[in-house]
């Protein structure tokens, strides 16, 4: 039986430009499209590709198909929008609102 895990505060979202810093597709960049945050894990647009096999039916012929599979978070760097170099994130407090920040550039993340 599947036990439910904290979801933690997690230092990406969806839609922000990321960078693989550790694995087969290391160096390569895009776009996440979904976060996982239970898994630390999330789907970055046209990265971690692996062929999955579709029966098919009507209105599907089927055959293989690539689809994204998710990377763990830890592999991935937010890339800092001023510079267009991976950096670490922080937050801090502007305005009444807590906000994500670069840390390499300072600059206000979204």
Not at 70 to 90: A, E, Y
Request: proline letters at 5%; hydrophobic letters at 35%; a positive charge.
């Amino acid at each position: 039986m599947a036990t439910k895990r904290f979801a933690p505060k997690l230092h990406l979202k969806k839609g922000d430009k990321v960078m693989v810093i550790a694995g087969s597709n290391k160096g390569q960049s895009g776009e996440v499209k979904l976060v996982f945050p239970t898994e630390n894990r999330a789907i970055v647009d046209g990265l971690n590709l692996v062929k999955k096999h579709i029966k098919g039916t009507q209105d599907n012929p089927g055959g293989i198909n690539e689809i994204e599979a998710p990377l763990h978070i830890s592999n991935l760097m937010v890339i800092d929008p001023k510079t267009g170099q991976p950096t670490r994130i922080g937050r801090k407090e502007v305005d009444g609102k807590i906000v994500r920040y670069s840390k390499k550039s300072g600059e206000i993340i979204k």
